[in-house]
């Protein structure tokens, strides 16, 4: 099962938009509704952030949404803040009982 | 609060085992599906493996990397997860997070540190 892929990087100026994507195939993004999201600031765990394509756990910004067209997965962050600085990760349940994650993406906040 | 804390992690030989346990607390455990994921210094993110909950079976799934090799077990007794690596290869050294979920990664706990070398 090969990695989803995502920019390696992006960065964004204070209360601008961002947009990570995640690309994979019909035998995860494209078959299933379970793509989440994870941030992991530098040095700390990652936590989850976007669930099930765009559900938000309890205690996450509403700055936070996700969406799903095809085999692509995005996350948007909205007003952006010093805060989000982090690495974001992407992940989807797999055709073949398997969690697949992509390769992570480097959010600077300039 | 959910909390999830791994430990056994450590320096270890090429082709020795260890085994990481994850003691969990702040929800029922046997409910959930139980994951470890690691991360190999300064990459990304790979999944290691889950075991459903006894619920759903109380299988487990493994990446290719591991297969044959890693076993995840739980004692829903004792709300703990552990994961025993054999046959340890010098490209397993990683931080090893557990966590609560397997579809989901809902919580992830503070994670251990493996380091097999010789």
């Known amino acids: 099962q090969s990695a989803l892929t995502q920019p390696a990087s992006v960065s964004g100026s204070p209360g601008q938009s961002i947009t990570i994507s995640c690309a994979g195939t019909g035998n995860d993004i494209g078959d299933f509704n379970s793509v989440s999201w994870s941030q992991q600031p530098p040095g700390k765990a990652p936590k989850l952030v976007i669930f099930?394509?765009?559900n938000r756990p309890s205690g996450v910004s509403d700055r936070f949404s996700g969406s799903k067209s095809d085999n692509t997965a995005t996350l948007t962050i909205s007003g952006l803040q010093a805060e989000d600085e982090a690495d974001y990760y992407c992940s989807s349940y797999t055709t073949s009982s398997t969690l697949v994650f992509g390769g992570g993406t480097k959010l600077t906040v300039l | 609060e959910v909390q999830l804390v791994e430990s056994g992690g450590g320096l270890v030989q090429p082709g020795r085992s260890l085994r990481l346990s994850c003691r969990a607390s702040g929800f029922t455990f046997g409910d959930f599906a139980m994951s470890w994921v690691r991360q190999a210094p300064e990459k990304g993110l790979e999944w290691v493996g889950f075991?459903?909950?006894?619920?759903?079976?109380?299988?487990?799934e493994y990446a290719a990397s591991v297969k044959g090799r890693f076993t995840i077990s739980r004692d829903d007794s004792k709300s703990i997860a552990n994961l025993q690596m054999d046959s340890l290869k010098t490209e397993d050294t990683a931080v090893y997070y557990c966590?609560?979920?397997?579809?989901?990664?809902?919580?992830w706990g503070q994670g251990t540190l493996v380091t097999v070398s010789s």
């Open positions: 099930d394509v765009s």
């Open positions: 966590i609560r979920g397997a579809v989901t990664t809902w919580d």
């Open positions: 075991i459903r909950s006894k619920a759903y079976g109380g299988t487990s």
